[in-house]
């Protein structure tokens, strides 16, 4: 499938006129293009068979454990994809309805809660900043953006934004406390203050040990779908957040339970564990 079919595909499945039989929609980001499904999920670790341009022929893409298409190389099962990232042999698109029988068949597709990997490790990130009691002004000494923040304290690490240099807490923008790991998005001419941390450009963090971490990006740390996650019945604030910014003033769900519990979420939102980990992704 050529890129521009791509652009097609998305433009006339957000009119609802998809074919029902590959619903979905195509989307795009700095990470690249990847497949969300109905549901709000997408293929982790698999093959997928794809009618983009509704032409009622499939072409078959692969796509990595963070869901992102991969194109021009070859996959991990020793396959080839073009710059389309369409499976090809000997430079020809393998399609659904004309693949000779002769041919490779990649992998059957399968359920993203059988393939898909979790990170066990957390990333190294080259670029880190001290947070010992430490002050930065976002637009000089730090970019704008978005930064993952790891504690160094076996009490808690911390972090406050103002609105300007005065570092008046009354006045301050967002303030939290965290045990291993947070998220959170800076803007020019605020003020950052870290205590008992360090902290990162979520770029170079993309992976979060999953038994460990306390904050996690859907769709960039984790996979969107359902979780079951379970709490050490310790305290009875312990529980979780679906978030839709990383500032906690945008809720989706709020809970503080003991033992285990389903939940979902959807790419581009943030799942915040207090006192709870992760036990399963079902997809």
Known sequence: ??????????????????????????????EGWWYQEDDGSRPINTWKWIDGNNDGTAECYYFNQHGNMLADTTTPD??????NGAWVINGVVQTKNSLPMQAAQPPAETSASSTVQLPTE???????YDGQNTVYKVGTDISAGEYVLFSTSSLYGYYTRYPDRTLDISTSLDSRPFD?????????????????????????VPQINYRIGEVFKVGYHIPAGKYKIQTDGQSSYDGYSIENSSDYKTSVERQNFKGEKIISVKDGQYLHLSGAKIIEYMG
């Open 180 to 204: 291993y790991n947070t998220i959170i998005t800076v803007n020019d001419g605020e003020y950052l203050k870290l205590q008992r941390c360090t902290m990162s450009p979520i770029s170079e």
């Open 78 to 83: 020793g396959y080839t994809v073009d710059t």
């Open 1 to 30: 499938m050529k890129r521009k079919y791509l652009m097609i595909s998305v433009a006339v499945l957000a009119l609802g006129m998809g074919s029902t039989a590959y619903a979905g929609q195509w989307k795009t980001n700095a």
């Open 122 to 128: 957390t990333s190294k990130p080259t670029t880190v």
